[in-house]
């Protein structure tokens, strides 16, 4: 495809207007430039790009995509009641066919919303990795492994699904899927299993996906069960932070976990929506960019948020350290932006994702500007920061791949996926 007079924002988030992007046959950003590139005929069709912008598509760095099923199931309970008393036993009855409509529901919000990856933590693993197949989109897919007996990883089922999900799928559909390894959290695991799995990932050179101080409970309680180590501390100590780890949330991290993060080169998943629908709290992120802290984007689950619109996680994340510091500064719109895009991409370990740039995969969206909340422009980053929403996307890309266009999902069945989705939460509930 070649964009055509279109406005970009570059890697840094700066407006270039009247633009042509050039995507190749390898999926791949090959031209950027003022003009027409020497062989226009070499791309393919030609994208009236007047009044629109084209900008990296957004990378969700924490989901739990199958939970769409729970989308407004349980609601106004503190994260552990939440948890234990809702969560786990609709969760108990979900099975693979529950699974695949609500996985391909999931991927098509995604894709409405402008993600062009995510990183998912959750069970039922063969089904969501053939719909990432199918559906075109990124994602780096975890196991969620929990054990309150203390058991050794090898002797529990997580080390066969582990080792078959990476043979099977680790850089499967060109690269597009990769396998992580998971833990669910510091209070759903006992050290033997967590110390297991920290030295699978190392060995393996996989990344790794897990909840991190929550709630303030979660964390003072870590601190109580482990001589005071938080549990950033105590995951430093099993090994866990040697390899790339996603920490969704840390909303309650101390100074000297935040150096520990740093020094480990891990990455903040933070996920303002459902911190505050949960009442978790809000995480000081100025402080963590500040102390250099790689900070990514994420939705969590449908059911604490109740959506995958990374849009209005953006917003959130913006507006709320701003509220809870009483500080009109905090995150910038371009420190915003590069939040939700490239820090995404980096987090998975796609180090030629989440920028556009020459070279860079093609995972690009497409705003309509031609709206009354988005003129007149001062500076387009603040009105996609402040003013847009996800519904504004009019195009979404994948390795050159359209996936999403103008209300047309062209690797989903939608109405199938809605129907489904549907009758398998009726029916779930129905025997509860
Ligand atoms: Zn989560």
């Not at 950027?32 to 990296?56: F, N, Q």
């Not at 199931?73 to 969560?87: D, S």
């Not at 995480?283 to 790689?294: K, M, Q």
Request: net charge negative.
């Amino acid at each position: 495809m070649l964009f055509k007079d279109i406005s970009i924002f570059d890697g840094g988030f700066k407006l270039h207007e009247h633009q042509y992007v050039g995507v190749d046959t390898s999926g791949r950003i090959a031209y950027i430039g003022d003009g027409a590139p020497a062989d226009p005929d070499a791309y393919g069709e030609v994208y009236d790009g007047r009044r629109k912008l084209l900008m990296p598509g957004m990378f969700n760095a924490h989901a739990h995509a199958p939970m769409t099923l729970l989308r407004g199931y349980a609601e106004n309970l503190p994260l552990q009641r939440w948890l234990f008393e809702m969560v786990f036993p609709f969760e108990a009855k979900m099975t693979d066919d529950d699974v695949l409509p609500a996985m391909r529901l999931a991927v098509a919000e995604m894709l409405r919303f402008g993600t062009v990856g995510f990183s998912d933590m959750y069970f039922n693993s063969d089904v969501r990795a053939q719909v990432v197949g199918e559906s075109g989109i990124k994602c780096n897919m975890s196991h969620s492994i929990s054990d309150f007996a203390g058991a050794r990883y090898a002797d529990t089922p997580f080390k066969g699904i582990n080792d078959h999900l990476i043979s099977a799928y680790h850089g499967a559909f060109d690269g597009r899927l990769l396998v992580d390894y998971c833990l669910h959290s510091e209070y759903t695991t006992r050290e033997p299993i967590v110390r297991d799995v920290a030295a699978a990932a190392r060995e393996s050179g996989l990344g790794l996906q897990v909840h991190v101080s929550e709630t303030r409970q979660e964390h003072e309680e870590c601190k109580q069960r482990h001589g005071g180590l938080t549990p950033v501390q105590y995951l430093e100590a099993c090994g866990v932070l040697d390899v790339p780890v996603t920490a969704a949330h840390c909303v309650w991290l101390e100074p000297q976990d935040i150096e520990i993060m740093k020094a480990h080169g891990a990455t903040v998943a933070t996920c303002p929506a459902s911190n505050m629908k949960l009442g978790s709290g809000v995480p000081p992120i100025p402080r963590y960019l500040d102390a250099g802290l790689r900070v990514a984007l994420g939705t969590d689950g449908p059911a604490s948020n109740n959506n995958h619109n990374m849009f209005q996680d953006l917003y959130l994340m913006l507006l709320a350290n701003r509220g809870v510091d009483r500080d009109p500064v905090g995150i910038t719109p371009e420190q915003a932006l590069t939040i939700a895009t490239a820090n995404g991409a980096q987090a998975q370990g796609r180090e030629d994702c989440g920028k556009l740039e020459p070279g860079f995969k093609a995972d690009l969206i497409v705003l309509d500007l031609d709206s009354p909340w988005m003129m007149p422009v001062t500076d387009l980053a603040r009105n996609v920061v402040y003013a847009a929403n996800g519904s504004d996307v009019v195009l979404t890309m994948v390795d050159g791949r359209v996936l999403y266009r103008d209300g047309e999902y062209l690797t989903i069945d939608i109405e199938r996926a809605m129907f489904e989705t549907q009758a398998a939460r009726d029916s779930i509930v129905s025997r509860l």
